[in-house]
T-cell receptor
């Protein structure tokens, strides 16, 4: 069974803290993605990566960075957390073609106080 | 750029009612189309997909047909159950491998 795991289901941080969200997939997928999900806005793409050490900005990259040192792991970093980054963060992975299914992790509910 | 528009929710239905959730899209070329479902407290999971015009995706009693002439991919189910209560997302993959999601439609099925 395919699996995408995220390091935490719930996280509470303070404004200004550096936050790391980890995502691991066991399907040897090339592409990995980070989204945030907010009510009424659906899913918005923050960053994606199509190979190790490669990254591309999505629609809302401001305030975030990413790291992909190994194929199976894709990290999202909030350099200095702010209250407007309180959200549900979803990681996903997909093999290379446009017809392939995207597999999602369970999500991390981040609250920034 | 690419976009997906789906009907506003929430949608409330009685058990065994017929379900339609509308989805239309704008994209260049020939996108692949998907429906994802998110149950409470979980991530998204693929419900069905269609990769070319006139294809019909189906799973768990849900169906959707890729209509290029109307740029639509409406989700239907003949008889919903309480266990179908979830949020449903329409999505497409167009050029550059990017996935574009709709805003989601919450379905609540009452006994």
């Amino acid at each position: 069974d395919v699996k995408v795991t995220q390091s935490s289901r719930y996280l509470v941080k303070r404004t200004g803290e550096k936050v790391f969200l980890e995502c691991v997939q066991d399907m040897d997928h090339e592409n990995m993605f980070w989204y945030r999900q907010d009510p009424g806005l659906g899913l918005r793409l923050i960053y994606f990566s199509y190979d190790v050490k490669m990254k591309e900005k999505g629609d809302i990259p401001e305030g975030y960075s990413v790291s992909r040192e190994k194929k199976e792991r894709f990290s999202l970093i909030l350099e200095s957390a702010s209250t407007n980054q309180t959200s549900m963060y979803l990681c996903a992975s997909r093999q290379g073609t446009t017809t392939d299914t995207q597999y999602f992790g369970p999500g991390t509910r981040l609250t920034v106080l | 750029g690419d976009s997906v528009t789906q009907m506003e929710g929430p949608v409330t239905l009685s058990e065994e009612a017929f379900l339609t959730i509308n989805c239309t899209y704008t994209a260049t070329g020939y996108p692949s189309l998907f429906w994802y479902v998110q149950y409470p407290g979980e991530g998204l999971q693929l419900l069905l997909k269609a990769t070319k015009a006139d294809d019909k995706g189906s799973n768990k009693g849900f169906e959707a047909t890729y209509r290029k002439e109307t740029t639509s991919f409406h989700l239907e189910k003949g008889s919903v159950q309480v266990s179908d209560s979830a949020v449903y997302f329409c999505a497409l993959i167009g050029g550059y491998q990017k996935v574009t999601f709709g805003t989601g439609t919450k379905l609540q099925v009452i006994p």
